[in-house]
């Protein structure tokens, strides 16, 4: 078998088949396995591609990432701000508001045993497996938030679905300009950390203020 049709096989299980065969009703400790299987077979890649090294931009590249991220934190704050406003305005700060304490709990959870993983997933290893398979970038950047937006099937939400489609779009765009774990790595987490702050925590599966 050619290389690249290995790697086409490896997508499509670790990155399709896999995620949606978490629909099914089959026995958690086995879908935990499969995860923790193919995590350490991506670790493995990378480590073996000496991609797991925590590295640090230049700097010139972290002036234009900050300004770009701040801008669109801002249309992030603004949108959500007014979506929660109009939902479930009760719901609007709650958790900083009546659990300060928790609040800060899902934050450290989120930042660094959600969005590193999930970065080095599908950023990282998915850029250094797969971006050759796909010559023209803009649809390799969808089909890479397509994919990370199936990662989530699993919590049965059209709003996470949209979310982390609209995520994986903005993640992926910072990943192929900076080729920078660490910053989409803090976009992520900007971004995701605002919206249990604003107060959409349990719409997307996380503890809530009640």
Not at 69 to 92: E, G
Not at 132 to 152: D, M, Y
Request: net charge positive; glycine share 4%; proline share 4%.
């Amino acid at each position: 078998m050619q290389p690249i049709f290995i790697r086409g096989l490896e997508l499509l299980f670790l990155f399709v088949l896999l995620p949606i065969s978490f629909l099914l009703s089959y026995p958690i400790f086995i879908k935990v396995g499969l995860t923790v299987v193919g995590f350490i077979y991506i670790l493995f890649h990378l480590k073996r591609s000496g991609l797991l090294k925590l590295k640090f931009p230049d700097k010139s590249i972290w002036k234009p990432f900050w300004r770009e991220t701040v801008i669109k934190l801002a249309i992030v704050i603004l949108i959500t701000s007014l979506y929660v406003f109009w939902v479930a305005p009760d719901k609007l700060f709650s958790v900083v508001i009546k659990k300060p304490y928790l609040w800060v709990v899902i934050l450290f959870i989120y930042t660094f045993l959600s969005v590193w993983p999930q970065e080095i997933v599908y950023r990282t290893f998915f850029y250094d497996r797969y971006e050759k398979l796909i010559n023209n970038k803009l649809l390799f950047i969808f089909v890479n938030a397509v994919l990370f937006s199936l990662a989530h099937l699993f919590l049965r939400s059209f709003l996470v679905l949209l979310l982390t489609f609209l995520g994986g779009l903005l993640f992926a765009f910072t990943y192929q300009k900076t080729k920078s774990t660490t910053l989409v790595s803090i976009e992520h987490a900007i971004y995701g950390n605002w919206l249990f702050t604003v107060g959409m925590g349990e719409m997307l599966a996380f503890p809530g203020a009640d």
